[in-house]
């Protein structure tokens, strides 16, 4: 009998990643699963970075009444610098004075690197947008897409079953001098292995498309270092991943959540290696079903 379940975008990339590790999280409660190998600091802030630095910035840039809107305006005319410096001044600095005492030393600068790396990203993308470089307050509010946009669609499997996937990208731009959009996604780390990020804006992208008709480009942005070339997939780079990818990885996170077989193990040398449940994942889910 078709059935329906919920789920979200972290959900089904954890899956990407290996569908027992899902498992342990949705049937086991095992808390933290994600952290599984990752390079990075320990210092995980990909989503403090974006609640609290690029979703302010994004709300001043697409409300026209705001006092930031004002600012950011007047900083495109003046170069990445001035926007960054505006950045600092009026979100990262303020973040900081009212949070600093929860956070070292190290991770204040990984914060104030992770502003660099971000403005630099977005400057990229104006550079490709004459007529807000000329006019910004005319144009800001067609580039600049109100942040925490929840979207939800669903996927409706071969026997009439569905998995409802639920999502809030971290932010995503619309250029339009090209009609084209992209989604931005921070995580918090080193790059390592590109496939989770990927597949989290994959999905991302598929929620985008089928809102709003538009496939965005994707930029994955990794706050924890200054990455020597971004890595940025166009939209049609996109279109054939999401066609080639998803629907595997649906039908697998459907799997997972009905239980009514063993969960796939990935057996990836590299991740299996730091993976806790490494002695023991294919005895657990054997003995559990
Ligand atoms: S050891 Fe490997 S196969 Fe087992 S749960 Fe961990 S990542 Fe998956």
């Known amino acids: 009998m078709p059935s329906t379940f919920y789920t979200s975008v972290s959900d089904i990339a954890l899956c990407q990643k290996c569908p027992a590790l899902l498992a342990y999280k949705l049937h086991k409660g095992e808390k933290g699963v994600w952290k599984i190998g990752i390079k990075g600091n320990g210092f995980h802030y990909g989503t403090l970075f974006h609640k609290n630095i690029s979703q302010v910035f994004f709300e001043g840039a697409s409300d026209k009444n705001s006092e930031l809107h004002a600012e950011i305006a007047a900083s495109l005319q003046g170069g990445a610098e001035s926007l960054e410096a505006v950045v600092r001044r009026n979100i990262f600095m303020p973040f900081i004075a009212s949070r600093g005492e929860e956070f070292t030393a190290g991770q204040i600068f990984a914060l104030a690197r992770g502003v660099t790396v971000w403005v630099r ?38 026997d009439g079953s569905g998995l409802v996937v639920n999502g809030c990208y971290d932010a995503l ?73 998803l629907p595997g990885l649906f039908m697998s996170v459907f799997s997972v959540m009905a239980m009514k077989k063993p969960p796939e193990f990935v057996r990836s040398g590299k991740l299996c290696s730091c993976c806790k449940f490494k002695l023991k994942c294919e005895d657990d889910w054997g003995k559990m079903i």
């Open 121 to 158: 990203a977005m400057w990229d993308f104006f550079s490709g947008i004459p007529s807000l470089l000329r006019s910004p307050e005319i144009n800001m509010h067609t580039v600049f897409i109100p942040p925490e946009q929840k979207l939800k669609a669903r996927f409706k499997l071969p």
């Open 173 to 245: 731009m619309f250029n339009p001098d090209r009609a084209e959009a992209r989604l931005f996604e921070f995580k918090g780390y080193m790059k390592s292995d590109i496939a989770v990020p990927l597949s989290q804006s994959l999905i991302y992208s598929w929620l985008i498309y089928r809102h709003t008709g538009i496939v965005p480009s994707v930029e994955i942005i990794y706050l924890d270092e200054y990455a020597k070339e971004p890595d940025i997939f166009a939209p049609s780079a996109v279109t054939e991943m999401i066609k080639a990818g």
